[in-house]
Antibody
Framework: QVQLVESGGGVVQPGGSLRLSCAAS????????MHWVRQAPGKGLEWVAF????????YYADSVKGRFTISRDNSKNTLYLQMNSLRAEDTAVYYC????????????????WGQGTMVTVSS | QSALTQPASVSGSPGQSITISCTGT?????????VSWYQQHPGKAPKLMIY???KRPSGVSNRFSGSKSGNTASLTISGLQAEDEADYYC?????????FGGGTKLTVL
């Protein structure tokens, strides 16, 4: 079945780094844009980043621009989020999510979500 | 990238209809027909309910409908059921990214 499974979360000190992974299965991963969305404890959803199906375009929220890098390996059906210079306010559950539409015109809507991985930034 | 504005809470009785509003600006909701809505139960991942303003994904009940007028989008749930009690988030494309609303807690009385 269509599935996304995140991994790589944990506890890290402020200023530290972490790399999240998201393994996709059950659909043609290389045809869809992918997103990362986060949710701080008890708070709402916040979009983090998007990568086009072929990796050619990437977009970021202002809050993470210059610190986070989204990437993908279509040969491994895996999405990544490299997080550097982490801050306390980055503490959240991080979800990877699949865009509804495939190809050149994403819908900027998320129809498949992973279970989420928790990132805690604390000294 | 300012958040879209949603009411913090709404409530309704079983069988009634409710509408959740989502107000943005001419830079997001008003400029693109790329508004989506998500349902989230406690401890669960969000679920897509509406995309591209009014399209329903396969498997989502037709009790859920979406619309947009100007800078405001709306989600209507008809025939309220106990299982509809959840948090609801709107989301809009805003040019090179998306912005979410702050979320609305729906209570089924």
């Amino acid at each position: 079945q269509v599935q996304l499974v995140e991994s790589g979360g944990g506890v890290v000190q402020p200023g530290g780094s972490l790399r999240l992974s998201c393994a996709a299965s059950g659909f043609t991963f290389s045809s869809y844009g992918m997103h990362w969305v986060r949710q701080a404890p008890g708070k709402g959803l916040e979009w983090v980043a998007f990568i086009r199906y072929d990796g050619s375009n990437k977009y970021y929220a202002d809050s993470v621009k210059g610190r986070f890098t989204i990437s993908r390996d279509n040969s491994k059906n895996t999405l990544y989020l490299q997080m550097n210079s982490l801050r306390a306010e980055d503490t959240a559950v991080y979800y990877c999510a699949k865009d509804v539409e495939y190809g050149d015109y994403p819908s900027w809507a998320f129809d498949i979500w992973g279970q989420g991985t928790m990132v805690t930034v604390s000294s | 990238q300012s958040a879209l504005t949603q009411p913090a809470s709404v409530s309704g009785s079983p069988g009634q209809s409710i509408t959740i509003s989502c107000t943005g600006t001419s830079s997001d909701v008003g400029s693109y027909n790329l508004v989506s809505w998500y349902q989230q139960h406690p401890g669960k991942a969000p679920k897509l309910m509406i995309y591209e303003v009014s399209k329903r994904p396969s498997g989502v009940s037709n009790r859920f409908s979406g619309s947009k007028s100007g800078n405001t989008a709306s989600l209507t749930i008809s025939g309220l059921q106990a299982e509809d009690e959840a948090d609801y988030y709107c989301c809009s494309y805003a040019g090179r990214g998306v912005v979410f609303g702050g979320g609305t807690k729906l209570t089924v009385l």
